[in-house]
């Protein structure tokens, strides 16, 4: 079957894109994870209209993720997501390289609740890695292509970030 470019699925997903290059655009961290709670929410719907449960439950743990990590950087809550995404893991996971994803979820929602700046955007950098490693194995061209396109924008980010702070005088 033959793929709708303009399907209402296809167009919620590059919505989704959008927000995710947005987010990491942006230098403020607060915006960064606004942004990055809009793609989660973008992708949930993108998803749900292309029948993909596992894609909606992960989307959904972004989502949640995302929207926690606005309000809190308690520990506790980013180890109960974490501990959320393992135990999705232990349902979902049929080989080993489905631990990819779950391994950059995870490694996501520290970076959120845990750092800022330069080391969040790093620490979402390595999932980001992780993330083309799954879909390359997995044959995904468009989500290769994205996750290629937010791992360059996340590093201009990040030098942008380090010249402001070396040009901040002290």
């Known amino acids: 079957m033959p793929i709708d470019w303009f399907s209402p699925a296809q167009c919620v997903g590059y919505a989704a894109f959008v927000l ?3 987010s990491f655009l942006q230098t403020d961290d607060r915006r960064f994870k ?3 709670a809009g793609e989660c929410l973008a992708y949930i719907v993108h998803f749900a209209l292309l029948g993909n449960p596992t894609a909606v439950a992960s989307s959904t743990m972004s989502f ?3 929207v926690l990590a606005l309000r809190t950087r ?4 980013a180890v109960a997501v974490v501990a959320c995404n393992l135990a999705l893991g232990c349902v979902l996971v049929r080989q080993p390289a489905d631990w990819l ?3 950059a979820s995870c490694i996501g929602t520290l970076a959120l609740f845990l750092l800022q700046g330069i080391p969040m955007r790093l620490a979402m950098l390595v999932g980001t890695c992780l993330w083309i490693a799954n879909n390359v194995i997995a044959g995904s061209i468009g989500g ?3 996750e290629v396109v937010v791992a360059l ?3 201009t980010t990040i030098i942008r970030l380090s010249r402001s702070r070396t040009a901040m005088p002290i």
């Open 34 to 36: 606004l942004f990055m």
């Open 153 to 155: 924008v996340n590093v």
């Open 64 to 66: 949640l993720r995302s």
């Open 144 to 146: 290769t292509a994205l």
């Open 101 to 103: 994803p779950l391994a």
């Open 20 to 22: 995710g290059v947005g």
């Open 74 to 77: 308690s520990i506790w809550v």
